[in-house]
């Protein structure tokens, strides 16, 4: 059931395109989109949006530019709340800022686009890919992150895709939340008396693009769209969700960077073992996989990854644990001082 688009989404986005764009941008090295974009290199995306390195000759530095593959209407629809939805948290701590958004001609036709800037060091999926398990670089993680995605969810947008791939890497310590690609609006947060506080939904979830010739019947449409090892339950089973979605998703990434590994099994293109995983096992205790991970690590993970979502903590209590544990290892660390000396 579609509800009235909240006042925060309505900033000025690109027009859609006015017939399907559904081919590659066919942009190279050298080449310029929008006569102002250089094209550097590939940056690793999914099959609806081709994401680049580039050098914005306007403000002389590095950027990362993402194209849309539009074939449809419906995810023509999702695009336009990706970009609204990024520009209403853009400039929070913790998100990546979106410099700008327009259309380019490419080969494929006139093409949606938005910028943000480069991080250097790219995504957190790039910088941990052959690392073991590394708490406090989870502890970091959460800690600059999590802000970010409370402020989304102040402003009535649920990410629904956190990951490693989604997360930026600036600096050693400091990381940035980006792609709102299948990003759903908040409805009846903070109004009592409204009904359940849960996802609007609004938007049918994106099918398989390659086998989509047009728009049906949006319940046609309705298929698992997020990524399995980082979905919550409910996601994966299409059931009602709630905002409760990003801490299942925040809390498998800070175990996926603690220990190294995912807390569940997952099959890939297997979504309903996935799920039996989840409901069936709790994650395996984070301290089996890296020893030096407390208990109190041990304890959010374990409700942050419930299939309970009223047993996940919220983001509020989620910064307030992870100040705690961090602190909890400072105190460790001088003591161990204290030991040695
Ligand atoms: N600003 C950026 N700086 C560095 N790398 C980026 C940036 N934006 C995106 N990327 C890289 O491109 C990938 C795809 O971008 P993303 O916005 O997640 O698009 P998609 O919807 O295709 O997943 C990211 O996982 C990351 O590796
Ligand atoms: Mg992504």
Redesign the pocket.
Same mark, same amino acid.
């Given at each position: 059931m579609a509800t009235q688009t909240p006042e925060i989404y309505s900033f000025e986005i690109p027009p859609r395109p006015d017939r399907p764009v559904d081919g590659e941008t066919g942009l190279a090295f050298g080449d310029y989109a929008d006569d102002r974009f250089r094209i550097v290199r590939s $940056?690793?995306?999914?099959s609806v949006?081709e994401?680049f390195e580039a050098t914005d000759r306007v403000q002389a530095d590095p950027v990362?530019i993402?194209f849309f593959r539009e074939p449809s209407p419906v995810v023509s629809q999702h695009v336009d709340f990706e970009l609204r939805a990024h520009a209403a948290v853009s400039g929070e701590t913790g998100i990546?800022p979106l410099r700008t958004m327009g259309v380019a001609e490419t080969a494929a036709g006139l093409q949606r686009y938005m910028v943000?800037? $480069?991080?250097p060091r790219?995504?957190l999926?790039?910088v941990t890919r052959h690392r073991g398990g590394d708490l406090d670089l989870a502890l970091s993680v959460g800690q600059r992150i999590t802000p970010g995605l409370l402020a989304a969810h102040q402003r009535n947008v649920a990410h629904r895709d956190i990951k490693p791939?989604?997360i930026?890497v600036v600096d050693s310590d400091e990381f940035e939340l980006?792609?709102f690609?299948v990003a759903e609006p908040i409805k009846n947060r903070g109004r009592a008396g409204s009904g359940p506080v849960e996802l609007d939904m609004m938007l049918p979830d994106l099918a398989d693009f390659e086998t989509m010739p047009d728009y049906r019947d949006p319940s046609d449409l309705k298929q698992f769209v997020g990524t399995l090892g980082y979905a919550a339950p409910e996601t994966i089973m299409d059931a009602p969700e709630t905002p409760q979605v990003d801490v299942f998703g925040l809390m498998a990434t800070l175990y996926k960077v603690a220990t190294g590994k995912l807390p569940f099994k997952h099959e890939a293109g297997m979504p309903v073992d996935t799920y039996l995983h989840i409901i069936e096992e709790g994650p395996v205790p984070a301290h089996v996989l890296n020893g030096s991970i407390p208990l109190s690590f041990d304890q959010l993970t374990k409700e942050g990854l419930s299939p309970d979502p009223a047993v996940r903590p919220s983001l509020g209590a989620v910064i307030v644990r992870l100040e705690a544990i961090r602190q909890e290892i400072a105190a460790q660390a001088d003591q161990q001082d204290l030991v040695l000396a």
């Open positions: $940056l690793p995306s999914n949006t994401v990362a993402k990546v943000t800037r $480069l991080a790219g995504s999926q790039d791939n989604n930026l980006t792609d690609g």
